[in-house]
């Protein structure tokens, strides 16, 4: 039976990610320096700040990995902004119960969800890296006078007539072009919006994929570290795909929430205090270990490493005063 590309993505990432170590196949920006889920703690403590410093909030993240990203924030709070560590209640979405265990395992306190719309009612920050480009995506291909939608099944793609896709670039597209709809991550971040627009607070979404809509096919397979065919082996392999950021700032802002950014992540990082934080840190260290985190910082940050690719969205209430790291 023929599958539509975002079941056929959910059900094969489901299976992936309850069956791998993810990490043996990518390293992700948290494993690649401490410093990075620190700055991002000392964020979500500026952010706590401008909600008013309530006495409780919710410090949740979307996809957290094995756990490192929040490790690593609250453990910087607590030593910068002891108040904001105290009044944080962790709470985690994730859907693996393997990474939940791993994330057990290093975050004594936090609870679990399942999706967004189940996190408790609350003001909340809210810190998601690399977790919208695991969400499904819909591709449409541009065939003569219409468009087709591209569905999987016994492993190669076929299309079925439908209607134009409703994005920038469809109005122009070429023949045989392809245009990508990031439904799931467009829902999250309208729920998002929705819900930091009536309860207050504000998120960081970190991700790589173009600052403006364009047409292209992004999906993309990873298996045993190396590229592979999407459609091979569904559950045996990390499928990803952009993330489309003008689409998700223009659905934020429909839903009432202030859009900051996208900004690209070196950029970011660095008015964060980057280089600085690991400078002091590669002060303490070893030779060895010091080269070694300023390296992981120039991974981070350099253009033609992670620093353009990767870009930095905020999504906050729209009285709350202005965030750090996105400073023109
Ligand atoms: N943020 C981490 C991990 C990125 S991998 C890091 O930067 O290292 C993607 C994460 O999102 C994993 O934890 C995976 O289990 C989770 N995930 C993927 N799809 C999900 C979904 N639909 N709902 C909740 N979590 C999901």
Redesign the pocket.
């Known amino acids: 039976m023929a599958e539509r590309l975002d079941a056929f993505m959910a059900r094969a ?1 489901a299976a992936y ?1 309850a069956s791998h170590d ?1 990490f043996a196949d990518f390293t ?4 690649i320096s401490q410093v990075f889920g620190e700055l991002l703690g000392l964020w979500a403590g500026i952010a706590w700040q401008g909600m008013g410093a309530p006495d409780r909030f919710l410090l949740a993240e ?5 756990g ?2 929040m490790a690593d924030a609250l453990r910087a709070l607590a030593q910068a902004l002891p108040a904001c560590r105290a009044a944080a209640a962790v709470a985690l ?4 119960p393997r ?1 939940r265990a791993a994330q057990a395992a290093r975050l004594a306190g936090a609870a679990w969800y399942d ?1 967004l719309g189940a996190l408790p009612v609350g003001p909340c920050v809210l810190l998601a ?3 919208l480009d ?2 499904p995506i819909r591709q449409f291909l541009r065939q003569g006078d219409g468009w087709q939608e591209r569905f999987v099944q016994d492993g190669r793609f076929l299309t079925r007539p439908a209607p134009a896709p409703d994005h920038p670039a469809a109005a122009d597209a070429a023949e045989g072009a392809i245009i990508e709809i990031g439904a799931a991550a467009q829902d999250f971040v309208r729920a998002l919006a929705r819900r930091l627009c009536r309860q207050g607070g504000a998120a960081l979404l970190i991700d790589y994929g173009p600052e403006f809509s364009a047409a292209g096919d992004s999906l993309q397979a990873l298996r045993d570290g190396a590229p592979a065919d999407p459609l091979a082996d569904p559950g045996g392999a990390d499928l990803t795909a952009h993330v489309d950021f003008a689409a998700l700032a223009r659905v934020g802002a429909a839903a009432g929430a202030r859009i900051v950014g996208p900004v690209p992540q070196g950029k970011f990082l660095a008015a964060l205090g980057l280089f600085q934080r690991s400078e002091r840190l590669a002060r303490s260290q070893a030779p060895r270990r010091a080269m070694a985190l300023l390296d992981a910082a120039n991974r981070l940050a350099e253009p033609d490493r992670m620093g353009r690719l990767f870009k930095v969205l905020a999504v906050c209430h729209p009285a709350m005063p202005p965030l750090p790291g996105f400073e023109p």
Not at 28 to 31: I, L, Q, V, W, Y
Not at 93 to 96: A, C, K, V
Request: aromatic share 8%; glycine share 8%; proline share 12%.
């Open positions: 990432n990610y993810p992700t920006a948290p494993e979307a996809g957290p990995g094995r490192s990203l979405i994730e859907t693996s990474l999706d890296n690399e977790f695991a969400l």
